[in-house]
């Protein structure tokens, strides 16, 4: 079994930046892929970002259309951990943003079922 521990959430203005971190243990060596996911309130989790953790596609990064050219996601593989950082934050980027772990294939990548362990979430607000 995984765990997934995000942190660096909090309140941002407006155009500004986060960096988000999200620290793996457990049974790490059978995951493929970790990324990154947001909820607004009344709204459905929405992908933003994963990379590839093993196989032949080892760091190769996947972005949602929404935040491209914004977001970057990074890895360390020494220590398990994962980073989201994003630019240009509005209001609309406030949710929970939750940090993902699994084996998603191709069609899978970036949708929830692609996923099978998930973190708990730190709160992002973007506001003045």
């Known amino acids: 079994q995984v765990q997934l521990k995000e942190s660096g959430g909090g309140l941002v203005q407006p155009g500004g930046s986060l960096r988000l971190s999200c620290a793996a243990s457990?049974?790490?060596?059978?995951?493929?892929?970790m990324g990154w996911f947001r909820q607004a309130p009344g709204k459905e989790r929405e992908f933003l970002a994963t990379?590839?953790?093993?196989?032949?596609?080892?760091?190769?990064?996947y972005y949602a259309d929404s935040v491209k050219g914004r977001a970057s996601i990074s890895r360390d593989r020494a220590t398990g951990t994962i980073y989201l950082q994003m630019s240009n934050l509005s209001p609309d980027d406030t949710a929970v943003y939750y940090c993902?772990?699994?084996?998603?294939?191709?069609?899978?990548?970036?949708?929830?079922?692609?996923?099978?362990?998930w973190g708990q979430g730190t709160q992002v607000t973007v506001s003045s």
């Open positions: 993902a772990a699994g084996r998603p294939i191709t069609s899978t990548m970036r949708t929830t079922g692609g996923y099978t362990s």
């Open positions: 457990g049974s790490t060596s059978g995951i493929h892929a």
């Open positions: 990379i590839r953790w093993s196989g032949g596609s080892y760091g190769n990064t």
